[in-house]
Nanobody, 126 residues
Framework: QVQLVESGGGLVQAGDSLRLSCAAS????????VAWFRQAPGKERAYAAV????????YYADSVKGRFTMSRDNAKNTVYLQMNSLKPEDTAVYYC???????????????????WGQGTQVTVSS
């Protein structure tokens, strides 16, 4: 099993930046992919970004492409989401999720992921 804890959320203004962290613990010796999902008020949880087990491949939803960058430090068992040029529509609870996966093309659907963090709130004011 993998336990995930997100941090780094907060209240910012449009155009600002934030960096979210997702710290993993437990059985992290196995290869695992990590994704960020987000859920805005009244909306379904949506995929934002994913990174494969060694950080060699990252994929982004169109809505965040060019503004968000995902990275990981496997020595620290931590995954990051650097969010630049934030917009009010980025306001959501952000969740990181993990699943054992040794491929270069991890899944992008919620049900591809077994382990989830508790979420961190990001609020972007206009």
């Amino acid at each position: 099993q993998v336990q995930l804890v997100e941090s780094g959320g907060g209240l910012v203004q449009a155009g600002d930046s934030l960096r979210l962290s997702c710290a993993a613990s437990g059985r992290t010796s196995r290869r695992y992919a990590v994704a960020w999902f987000r859920q805005a008020p009244g909306k379904e949880r949506a995929y934002a970004a994913v990174i494969n087990w060694d950080g060699g491949a990252t994929y982004y939803a169109d809505s965040v492409k060019g503004r968000f960058t995902m990275s990981r430090d496997n020595a620290k068992n931590t995954v990051y989401l650097q969010m630049n040029s934030l917009k009010p529509e980025d306001t959501a609870v952000y969740y990181c999720a993990a699943s054992y996966d040794s491929t270069r093309y991890p899944g992008r659907a919620s049900n591809d992921y077994v382990y989830w963090g508790q979420g961190t709130q990001v609020t972007v004011s206009s």
